[in-house]
């Protein structure tokens, strides 16, 4: 029994612990993002594209072990628009931190569950309800106070996290409708395997920039910890309920606003902090409606 006990509790300390690591890699990432770029002149498509070829190369054996059982797909034009808006939102998201303070960037990308619910319910026709209808005008509110487009010095440089936010909510969005027949492992191939020839594209518009130096290592560092950061996502989700680890991921926040301060002295201005607040609020109050619909289908279905 206390075996059985030790076990349960494992698997979500587990969970809870590989979420907190994810979001502490990917603030590394962040970090290293707007070092090369913003600091150290790396063009954002060039910063992009090493990322992520670098952690395809890291990834590699895992795709050489999956082989060619990994790519039977049907449904290839939706792995294609999965690819085309990730890569659209990265590019954005990249710029961005070559023009924003992390705090401010990580704190707007934070909108994208707001435009997941938009999404839903325009092309999958899903119930919204005015739980979340009023979490995603919350959100959106939260957004604005942070942006202030209406003081004279507004950079619309700052809106490039929170159109990322919502080409990400595209891809998660995709990603639901291929989870239908695809198996996970074909879904995350695929968006490896064509992430980076299309990244390369941008990058070599823009004459497709090889670091050195610093700036490499950074880049080197940003797609090793790519990797990690999506792998102990997964792990997480695996290990527990999305409602259980979901407030853990919340702690990104915290965590970039650190990389920010102790690596290039930003912190966060006074508008930030009720934005961010507001943003954080309307999250869990999705997450806390998610969690009533889940009880109230399970209930039903027991019923049956």
Avoid at 68 to 89: F, M, N, P, S
Avoid at 223 to 229: D, P
């Amino acid at each position: 029994m206390t075996a059985t006990l030790s076990k349960s509790f494992q698997k979500p300390l587990l969970a809870a612990l590989a979420m907190v690591g994810a979001g502490a890699s990917f603030a590394l990432v962040n970090g290293a993002l707007q070092a090369s770029t913003m600091q150290l002149g790396v063009p954002s498509t060039s910063a992009a594209f090493w990322q992520y070829a670098l952690g395809l190369l890291v990834a590699l054996p895992w795709v050489l072990r999956r082989g060619l059982t990994a790519l039977k797909t049907r449904q290839i034009g939706l792995h294609l628009l999965r690819a085309v808006l990730a890569v659209i939102g990265i590019q954005m998201w990249v710029a961005g931190l070559a023009r924003v303070e992390i705090w401010q960037a990580i704190a707007l990308v934070m909108t994208s569950p707001f435009f997941v619910i938009i999404g839903a319910k325009l092309f999958f026709g899903e119930r919204v309800g005015a739980v979340r209808w009023l979490a995603t005008l919350a959100g959106f509110s939260g957004g604005m106070v942070i942006l202030a487009p209406w003081n004279n010095g507004f950079d619309w440089g700052a809106v490039l996290p929170v159109a990322a936010a919502a080409f990400w909510a595209g891809t998660s969005l995709v990603t639901k409708k291929l989870t239908q027949t695809e198996n996970a492992d074909s879904i995350t191939l695929y968006l490896l395997l064509l992430l980076t020839p299309v990244n390369a594209l941008l990058a070599l518009g823009e004459g497709g920039v090889v670091p050195s130096g610093a700036a490499l290592w950074l880049l080197v560092g940003a797609g090793v910890l790519t990797v990690l950061a999506n792998y102990l996502l997964t792990l997480a989700y695996q290990k527990a309920d999305a409602a259980f680890v979901q407030p853990f991921d919340h702690l990104k926040l915290p965590l970039n606003i650190a990389v920010g301060f102790f690596a290039f002295g930003f912190a966060p201005s006074g508008a930030f902090w009720p934005g961010a607040l507001v943003i954080v609020g309307a999250s869990l109050l999705v997450m806390l409606d998610e969690q009533k619909r889940a009880s109230r289908q399970s209930a039903a279905a027991a019923k049956a």
